[in-house]
């Protein structure tokens, strides 16, 4: 819930007003009545006076209305683009659905081999011949293949044909159902291979004892800890290889969720007096076993003169028994 009788949660406080998590740090807050233990972190409402007020300290309020504006402009333009891509999208689909129906009853007949497809071309205009190629499409989406090898928009030449029929016997022939069915079982592995990383990183949360693997004599097998609170949220915990790397964990980065294979963080932390932000990318993985691991990259935003800039890494949950250990 963003809103509630006058406030605004943290995550769209921050978003609507252009704040972030250090401007609304000593800021007045009340959470739920009805939040109670085992729930996780409660969320932060702010009243969105004090938000506003807050947001024109920072920016003033001359510059506050400006950036008000300036995102207005974007979301009108953001809304014609969208709109434009539909219209455009529209009027292929009516193109399509124009071809179809002028399909005559006699060009539906099945195209199972390369005679077929060669036969059936004899009796066809350009035009028609046109018609049929999308009509198989839609029975078969690999034909789709066989139609980019032609321009999509042009009516196709007579003479072109003879070029094309073989890729698009490829696609009629006895095979074509295995074909159809290796493409769906690949998809298929494919999706549960994502559904399946995007559990494991929703799963990121507690400490990790990471290990430095960048090939560099000044960090190579150096130790850290990455602490995840609530994985998903803002806030999220912090990840330090003291005293030489250290970021809290503040916000995803962009569009970046769960369902990447690499999740991009956003740090933030103090060096010389000044704040620095970072970047942290983490994916979590496991092994033959089932363990859980983490690997990733860490830049800081600033180090040590002459260390690297970017940290390679990987990591075990806290309280993992080895294999050694596991034996007895």
């Not at 963080?265 to 990318?281: A, Q």
Request: hydrophobic residues 30%; proline residues 3%.
């Amino acid at each position: 819930m963003a809103s509630r009788g006058g406030t605004l949660d943290a995550a769209e406080a921050r978003r609507r007003y252009f704040l972030t998590t250090g401007d609304m740090l000593h800021m007045d807050y009340t959470t739920p009545p009805w939040h109670g233990f085992g729930m996780g972190r409660p969320t932060k409402y702010y009243k969105i006076k004090d938000v506003q007020k807050r947001a024109e300290q920072k920016y003033g309020k001359k510059g506050f209305e400006d950036k008000l504006k300036q995102r207005e402009q974007r979301e009108k333009k953001r809304k014609l683009n969208e709109e434009k891509k539909e219209k455009e999208q529209q009027a292929r689909e009516s193109k399509k659905q124009k071809l179809l129906s002028a399909v005559p009853e006699w060009g539906r007949q099945p195209l199972t081999d390369s005679a077929s497809v060669a036969a059936l071309a004899q009796k066809c205009s350009i035009e028609q011949l046109q018609q049929l190629l999308v009509s198989a499409a839609e029975k078969s989406p690999q034909v789709i293949a066989a139609i980019d090898a032609v321009k999509e928009e042009a009516l196709l030449p007579r003479k072109s044909f003879k070029e094309l029929q073989p890729k698009l016997a490829k696609y009629f022939d006895s095979d074509a159902d295995a074909a159809l069915k290796k493409s769906a079982e690949k998809h298929a592995k494919a999706e549960a291979s994502k559904a399946r990383q995007t559990e494991l990183n929703s799963g990121m949360t507690g400490k990790w004892n990471l290990t430095v693997t960048t090939n560099n004599p000044l960090v190579k097998g150096r130790k850290g800890e990455l602490k995840i609170d609530v994985a998903g949220f803002f806030d999220l915990g912090e990840i330090d290889f003291h005293p030489y790397y250290f970021g809290r964990v503040e916000s995803f980065k962009g569009k970046s969720s769960v369902e990447d294979k690499y999740m991009q963080f956003e740090t933030k932390w103090k060096y010389c007096g000044r704040r620095v932000t970072g970047l942290l990318r983490v994916t979590v993985g496991e092994d033959s076993d089932g363990r859980q691991f983490v690997e990733g990259s860490f830049k800081a935003g600033a180090q040590e003169r002459g260390w690297p800039v970017t940290i390679q890494f990987t990591g075990k949950r806290e309280g993992e028994l080895s294999d050694y250990y596991k034996g007895f």
